[in-house]
């Protein structure tokens, strides 16, 4: 995107910091990246840092253009005011010029608010009066959640470009090598499977056969996730055989080395699909009850796997599929997702042509 343009004017002077609330599901967290890049355009020499929780604050440190990131855990069921005023204190002491409050709620603009930042620029919502003072309207008009978020740091009713920059994480070649000796494993070509999701509805129910087809091909395989998805890399492992590793883990940090150090992802519509995109490593994304265009990664992916049944509920938004038996997900088969994999680990082996 190139904000040099008559309308958005670059201002390299300010050097005033800026402060981002952005949504803190790992997808979303890593989408907010394009915020940032469109902030760098705009104030090239503007400090920004963001609110984080505890599990998201990894990503912070592979960011580029992010100072630094505040963590914060604030609960979700309630609105802690002795937190909240505790966070007010901490922002307070950073001096903070202006704050992009990206979630509608109430809460989400309390702290900012309490800190006495002087710019705080959110959408209409939650009759939030007196907490954001530099309103925005139009977000119903605006189609998905990457341009609800990036149109905040944009001026009070400028276009929307065509394209977004996309979110990045830079992860040193380094960590990837001390990653990869520190759990013993080889140099081979490696396919990173992301089995997780928020809701069963997302997930593909067959990494298991897919991971015992590319075991078969002489490929590496890795069960890749959080302590939540230990059951499913056991039942992967139990299908596929044991030479598939489970490296699901206990902190995000783990799987976002593991999807730097992956020749290929395949993952369902969720929050590492996201960072392996972002990483640049070749993805494949998995969609049945959602939509592509709403929620895969702006950076693009190697291939986007959908069924080519047509289900009466798609697009569906429940965390439980309770109709059609799943048939978005089932009837994708594990013959094809492999075949794809391998295709992509080979294109991206080929050297490329001057």
């Known amino acids: 995107m ?72 604030l609960p979700r069921s309630r609105l802690a005011l002795a937190r909240q005023w505790q966070l007010a204190s901490l922002l307070r002491e950073r001096h903070y010029r202006t704050a992009l409050v990206m979630p509608r709620t109430w809460k989400s603009a309390l702290a900012p608010a309490l800190a006495g930042i002087p710019e705080r620029v959110g959408f209409v919502g939650e009759a939030r009066f007196g907490l954001v003072n530099r309103w925005r309207w139009g977000e119903k008009a605006l ?34 090598a001390r990653w990869r000796e520190a759990h013993g494993l080889g140099s081979r070509p490696a396919v990173a499977l992301a089995p997780g999701s928020v809701g069963s509805g997302k997930r593909w129910p067959f990494y298991g056969e897919a991971a015992r087809l590319l075991i078969a091909a002489g490929l590496d395989v890795w069960v890749v996730g959080g302590p939540g998805e230990k059951a499913l890399a056991a039942e992967i492992v139990a299908t596929g055989g044991p030479a598939v590793r489970d490296l699901t883990g206990t902190e995000l940090r783990n799987g976002v080395l593991a999807m730097a150090a992956a020749g290929v992802a395949i993952s369902n519509d969720s929050g590492l699909m996201h960072v392996a995109a972002a990483l640049d490593t070749p993805t494949i ?3 049945g009850p959602t939509s592509p265009y709403h929620w895969a990664p702006l950076n693009g992916l190697a291939a986007t796997v959908q069924t080519k049944t047509q289900v009466p509920c798609q697009p569906c938004h429940r965390p439980v599929c309770r109709m059609n038996d799943h048939r978005c997900m089932r009837d994708i088969p594990a013959t094809e997702v492999a075949a794809i994999a391998q295709r992509v680990l080979a294109d991206a082996a080929r050297p490329v042509a001057p």
């Open 285 to 287: 994304g998995i969609f």
């Open 2 to 73: 190139n904000l040099n343009s008559p309308k958005i004017e670059v201002d390299a002077a300010d050097t005033s910091p800026i402060l981002i609330i952005p949504y803190m599901w790992i997808g979303d967290f890593v989408r907010g990246h394009t915020v940032v890049r469109v902030l760098k355009q705009r104030w090239p020499n503007r400090p920004v840092d963001l609110l984080v929780t505890s599990l998201c604050a990894p990503l912070v440190d592979y960011m580029p253009g992010v100072r630094s990131g505040i963590v914060w855990d």
């Open 143 to 176: 189609p998905r959640l990457i341009d609800k978020n990036a149109a905040l740091a944009l001026p009070d009713r400028a276009p929307r470009p065509p394209e977004w920059p996309v979110p990045q994480l830079r992860v040193p070649p380094e960590d990837v």
